[in-house]
C-alpha cells in the first residue's frame, strides 16, 4: 500500500517532521529494524568476545584487525554509487508509475461519442470499460506477484467478472507463443466498429477519438511490461547491494572499541558499549538502501509499492460510473451566481 | 503565497543580491530561526556547564565526549543524501506546478467554437468554465488543506457559486466509492453535445476539440492527486530529514570549544564563546533541508507554497472575461502602422 | 546581450580555447573584477595590518584567528551545492528560452491557410502577426525590466505600432483584474473566424490549424510568466549566494600569510603577498556562482541574458515578410539540376 | 539475453537480495571473475617475488615503490567520472531500448482499419506486417552482431520468409549509396493507398491514422541507426576505461602488503596474504565500469543485451496473429456480471 | 567526422575494450598528445633546472615552490566543476544532433499524397525535397564552419544544384534585414497548394499531414540556429576550462619530485624522472575535459563532429529517391511464407 504523507508535512514546521518520524509503516524503522538488529547482537557478540574471552596476545590480534578494517573501509565508493543507483531507481519507479493505466479518459470519450440509450449501447459502452481493465489485470498479474495472488489463474479473472466465458474461449482459441494482451484492445476496437456501423457513434472522427485513447491506454501497459523485462541491469543491482552490505560487515569489526594504545587511528576518545554514531550511519546508508530496494520493482509486497488491486477495482468502478452516466438525463443549463457580476 | 523576486536579480550585480538577502518572507532567515535559536539555547547551556559547573575531572569526560562526537560525526552522509534529495523534491515540485490547470486554453476554445449571442449560449460557456473550475477546487480541497480550509464542506462550494444545488443533487445521487471528479467533465461534454445538436457548435472537428482541452486539463489535474497520492517514499524524507537532525544534535557537543590539551583534534586556535562557523554551516544545511520540506508538499502554508486559492479566482474571472467577450462586437480590422513600410 | 561563442570553439585546439579567455563581455572577467577587486584590497589591508602595525602578542592572536579560519571553512559544503544549484538554474534557464515566442509558424500557417489578394486579406494576415507580437510584448514587459523601460505605457505600445487606438479602447473596456493576456488571442481567432466566413480560408480543418498555432505560442508564453512568478524558492537562492559569499569572507583571514611557527596547519612553505592561489579559487567559485547569478533571471540586464527587444522587432518583421509574401506570385516550378541524374 | 530478475526483489527483504546474489548469468560474478582471477595472479607473483625473492635492499626498492603506488593512486578521479559517465550510459540505454519498435500498434490499426475478408485483404493486411518486421530486420542487422550472424546477406532475409523475392528484385533495382530502409515504408504506404481505392478502407482519415503508426515505427528505428551511427565519444569512453584500468594496475603494486618500517602510510595492522579489501574494491569498481561496457552497445552478446531476434520473432508472429484476428467472427456483446449491481 | 565504435563494444570482454585502445581518430590519444607534450617539456625544464643548475639556497627556494604548490592546488575544484560541466555539454550535444533535419518523413508524405506520374508532378514531389534540403544548407551554414567552406556564398548553392537561379532572384527581391530562413519553407507549402489545385493531392487532410511534417523539420532547424545563437554560458565554460588549465599549470611545479627533506608533504618515496602519475592524471582530467570542448561546438572540425556535409549529401539523394520512387509500378500482393501456419 502507498504511504501517503502529504498532509503531514503541508506546512515546513518542525512539529510536522517530527511527526512524521513517529509512523510506522513504511518508515525507516520498519526497513531496518530488523537487519540492525542482527547487526547490533553480532557486534556485541564480538564485542564481549574481545573483553571477555581473549588474553592479551589475541587481544592484540583483534586490535590489528580492527585497525585494518578501520582504516581500509574507505575503500568502498558508498556514497556516490549509492547516490548515483537511487536516482536512477527513483526516476524509473516514477516513469513506471505513469504507465499505470487510468481509465478514465477512455471511460468519458465512450460516453460522449458512443450515444444511444437501448440495452446494446449500454452493453457496448461497459464492454469496452471491462475490456480495458481485463488488459490491465492481465498485465498487472504478469509483473505483480500481488495482483498474482489474486488471480492466480485464467478463470479467476472469469470468476472476478472481467472476461465472459465467450471471450475466455475466444482468447483460448488463438494460437500464440507469445501473449495475447492485444485481444482485449481488439475486441474493444471491433465494439466500436460495430457502434459505428449501428449508427450508434455518428462519425469517423469519433471512432479515431476513442482508438486513440485505447492506443495510448495499452501503449502505457506494454510499457510497464518493458520495465518489467528489461529491468535495470543487475550487475548495477548487485553492485550496490553488495557494497552496501560489505561496507557494513566490515564495520562490524572495524567499529568495535578497542584499547587505541598500539594504534592511534582507532583510538576513540571514549569507550562506548553501543556504537552510537555507527548504528546512525547504519540507519541511513541502509534506509536510503531501502528506498532502492523498495522501489526497484513497485509492484511487489512493500509498504511502498503500488496498490495495483486497488486500481483495477477503482478503474471498473469508475469506468462503469462514467459510461452509465452516459444515458442519464442532461441537466438543464442555468444561471450561474455571477451571472449579473463584471467581474466574480 | 509564491514568494517573487525575479525583478531584484534582474542584473548578477552585487547590490542585487544583498537586497535578495534583506528579505525577510520566505527567506532563510525565517526557515532557520526557530530551530536556530533552539540550538544555541542548547549549546550555550552545555557551555555554561562546562566552564561553570564541572570540575577537572568532569571537564576531561565532557572533552572526551566533545572529541567523539566532533571526530565521528563524519560517518552522516550529509552533503551527498541532502544533493540528490534536494534535486528529487526540486525537480518533482515543478512537475507538481506545471500539472495545475489553467483555464485559458479552455475558455478560447470554448468562445471560438460556441457560437451564439442568446441566453442559452451564454449560460453554455459560462457553465463549461464554471464546471473546469468547479472540478479544480475539488481536486485542491484533496490536497491543499488551504484550499480545504476555504471549501471545508461540499455547501462551501454552493455558496461560492461554483456548483448549482441541481449539480449538487446530481452529484450525490451518484454512488460511487471513489471520487467524482469525472462529473464536472462530464457536465461540459454534455453542453457540448448539445450546443452541437442546437447548432452553435458547426463542426465534429470543434467538438473534438474542445474535448480535447477539457481532457488535457482533466489529465493535469489526475496527475496532480497521484502526485500527492503517491509521494517521495517516506523512507527517504526519513532518512534526510533524520541525518541532517542528527548530524546538529552531535554537533552541540561536538562543536564545544574545550580545553585541546587532551585531543589535539578539537584544539582550537582560539576559544570563541560564540560557534560562529557552526552556525553558518547550521544556517547552510538547515536552509537547503527548508527548500526540500517546503517543496515536498508545495500545497500548503509555507511561504513559498502555489497559490492555489488565488489560482481558483483567477480562473473563475479569466474564464468568464474570456467566453463573454466572445458575445462582443468583433474589433473592425485596419491598416497597420507599419503598412507602406518594407522592413518594419 | 546573447553572448555568441561557438565559432570560436569550432575545433577543440588549444588556441581556439585560449582565444575564448581574451574576451571580455560576458566573460568571467568582466563578472568577477569588482568583487575580486574589493576583496583584494580588503586582503591587503589586513595584510598590512599584520606586518606592519601588530606587536608580537596582537600577531599571535591574529595568527590564532587565521589559523581558526583556515581549518574550519571546511564546514561550508561549497562546491556541492554550487554545483547542484547551477545544473537547477541552468535547466530553469534553457526551458524559459524555449518558451520564448517564435512567429515564424504562425506566420508561415496563416499565409498558407489565409487566402486572397485583396486588402482584408492583407489586412487579416497582418493583424495576426501583430497580435502575437503584441502579446509577446505584453508578457514580456511583464518580466523584462529592459523590455519595460523600452514599453513604460501601454501608449508606448501604440506608439511603437503594435496596438491600434481601437485596440486599445477595446482592451480598456474589457473589466479584469488579473491580466488581459487572452485579448490578442481572443482578437485573432476573430479576425480567422471572419475569414472563414469570408471564404478565405476555405475549410474548418484549417482554421483548427492555425488555432492550434496560437495556442502553442500562447501557451509557451503563458509558461514563460509562471517561471517568473514561481521562481526557484527564495531559500536556496539565499543559501547559495551566502554560502560562496561567507567562504570568501572567511578566507580573507583564513587565507593571510602569517607566521606559521604556532600553528602547523598554516605554515605555508612561502610567504607570498600576493594569494595566487586564492584568487584563483576566488575566480572559480565566484564565476561559477555568476552562471547561475546571471541566469536566475535571463531576462535581465546581463551580458547573457536573451535579446527580448530584438526578437520582438525580429519576430514583427520576419512575420510580416512571410504573410506578405503570400500575395506574391507563385514561383513556376523547374526541373533541377539532377533531374536526369540517377544518383545526385 | 535480458536478465530479468524483478520477481525475485517484488518485497525489500533481505532473503530476497540474498538470493539475487546467487545469480550467475548476468551476475556481477560472471563480468568480473576473470579479471579478477588475472588480477590475483598478477598480485600473488609480485607478492610472492617480494617475500621470497628479493634481497634486503631490493625489498626497500620495493616498499618504496609500493608507497608510491599507494599515495599517489589518489590522483585518478575514478569515482566522480565513473558516476557521471554510467548515469549517461543508463540512461542512452534506455532511450535505445525506447526505441525498438513494437509492431502492436499497427497491427491493431490496420486490423481496425483495413476491412475486407477476401484474399487480397489478407495479403494486404499481411503485407504492411512483414514489411515492418522487415525494416526492424534490416535495421538491426546493421547494428548488432547477432542479428546479422543470423541474416548474414539480403538472401537469408528471404529465406526466412521476411522478404519475397519479388521484393528483393525491387529493392536491387534502386540506385541508391545510401540505406534503403525507406523502401519497406514506402511499400506498406503504396499497399494502404490500393486499399483505399479499393474500398477496403473507408475513409482518408483511417489512410493517415496508419500513416501515423507506421511514422513512429520508422523514425524510433532511424533513431535507433542515430544512437549506433553517432555514439559517446570516444574520448570519454576511453578515459573512463584507462582509468579504472590503471587505477587497479597501479592497486596491484601499491596494495601489496609489505614491511612498513619505512613508511608509515603503508603500515598495515596486520599482514594478510589475501588482499580482502582491495578485492571488494575491485569488484565494485570493475561491476560498476561493467554495468557502462555492456550497456554502451546493448545490441550485443552481452547477457544483458537486447534479445533482438526474440523482438524479431515476437512481432512476426503477434502482428500476424492481430491482423488475421480481425477477419474473425465479431464477439455478440453480453450483459457483465455487474450490470445490475449500482457498485462493482 | 563521427567516431562509429559501438561494433568493437558489442561485448564487453576486456580484448574489446583493449582494441579500442589503440584507436587514434577522435581518440583520446589524438586530444592530448599536443598538450601532453607542451606540459612535459616544461616539466622537464624545469626538473632539469633543480637538478642541475641550481645552488643548494635556491634548491630551497625551489622545495619551498614546490611544497607551497603541491599543497594548495586542492583549492582548485575540478572535479565536480568537470563532472557537472561535461553533464550539461553532453546533454545539449544530443539535444542538437536531435535537431538535425532528416528528410525521410517528408519525403514519404509527399510520395504518398502527391499523385501523379506527369512531369508536373515530379517536378513538385522533387521541389519539395530540394527546399527542404536547401533550408537545412542555408541552417547549417550558418553555423558550421566546414558547411560555410563548402558553400562559401549563395552563388555556390546554385553551383551545388539547391537553388535555381529563379529562386536566388526571387529571395534576393525579399527585403528582410533577418534570416531569410523561411523562404523555402513558403515555397513548398506554395508548390502543395498548386498540387491540392490541380488535383495531384486529393484531400485537404494530406495537404495538413504534409504541412505538419514541414513544420516539424523547420522547427528542429530553427532550434539549432538558437542552440547556436544561445550557446551555454561563456562564463561557465571559461571557469571550467581555466581551472583544468590552471590545475595542470601549477602542476608544472608541484609534482616535481625534489628533495623532501624539508617538507614532509612532498616526500616522494621515490625518485621518478617521469611523473607517471601525474601523466596519467593529466590524461584523464584533460581528455575529460576535451570531451567538453569537441562537443560544445559539434559542427565544426573536430574527429567527433557531426558531419553535416554528408547530411546533405545524404538527405538529397534518399529524398530524391523516396519521392521517384513514387512513380512507380506498385509491387503484385503476394502471399507469405508463412501464409498457411498457424504460428510464423
Known amino acids: 500500500m502507498t504511504i501517503t504523507y502529504t498532509l503531514d508535512v503541508s506546512s515546513a514546521k518542525f512539529s510536522c517532521f517530527a511527526r512524521l518520524l513517529m509512523r510506522w509503516r513504511g518508515s525507516i524503522w520498519k526497513s531496518v529494524y530488523r537487519e540492525l538488529g542482527s547487526w547490533l547482537i553480532v557486534y556485541s557478540l564480538l564485542s564481549a568476545l574481545y573483553r571477555m574471552l581473549l588474553n592479551k596476545q589475541q587481544k592484540h590480534v583483534f586490535e590489528d584487525v580492527v585497525a585494518f578494517c578501520y582504516v581500509y573501509s574507505d575503500f568502498i565508493p558508498l556514497t556516490f554509487m549509492l547516490g548515483f543507483y537511487v536516482s536512477l531507481v527513483v526516476s524509473r519507479w516514477w516513469e513506471m508509475f505513469n504507465c499505470l493505466g487510468w481509465i478514465d479518459n477512455i471511460a468519458l470519450y ?41 488471480f492466480p489463474t485464467e478463470e479467476s479473472l472469469q470468476a472476478a467478472g472481467l472476461i465472459t466465458a465467450t471471450e475466455v474461449k475466444a482468447m483460448k482459441e488463438i494460437v500464440s507463443p507469445n501473449g495475447k494482451f492485444w485481444t482485449p484492445v481488439q475486441w474493444s476496437m471491433s465494439v466500436i466498429r460495430q457502434a459505428r456501423q449501428r449508427g450508434n457513434i455518428t462519425s469517423e472522427r469519433a471512432v479515431k477519438e476513442i482508438y486513440d485513447r485505447l492506443r495510448e491506454y495499452r501503449t502505457a501497459l506494454g510499457m510497464l511490461q518493458c520495465y518489467d523485462w528489461v529491468p535495470i541491469p543487475l550487475v548495477y543491482t548487485q553492485v550496490v547491494f553488495l557494497a552496501v552490505r560489505s561496507y557494513f560487515v566490515i564495520a562490524l569489526i572495524g567499529r568495535q572499541y578497542v584499547d587505541g594504545e598500539r594504534h592511534s587511528v582507532i583510538r576513540s576518545p571514549i569507550d562506548l558499549y553501543i556504537p552510537i554514531l555507527s548504528i546512525l550511519q547504519f540507519v541511513f546508508f541502509l534506509g536510503w538502501m531501502k528506498v532502492a530496494e523498495a522501489l526497484v520493482n513497485p509492484h511487489g509486497d512493500d509498504d511502498d509499492d503500488f496498490e495495483c488491486n486497488y486500481l483495477i477495482d477503482r478503474n471498473l468502478q469508475i469506468g462503469f460510473s462514467i459510461v452509465d452516466g452516459a444515458c442519464n438525463q442532461e441537466l438543464p443549463l442555468e444561471k450561474d451566481a455571477f451571472w449579473s457580476d463584471q467581474v466574480p
Open 110 to 150: 465512450v460516453a460522449a461519442y458512443l450515444h444511444g440509450t437501448d440495452e446494446w449501447s449500454k452493453m457496448a459502452r461497459r464492454s469496452i470499460v471491462r475490456h480495458m481493465v481485463l488488459l490491465e489485470a492481465m498485465t498487472l498479474r504478469d509483473i505483480s506477484p500481488v495482483v498474482r495472488r489474486r
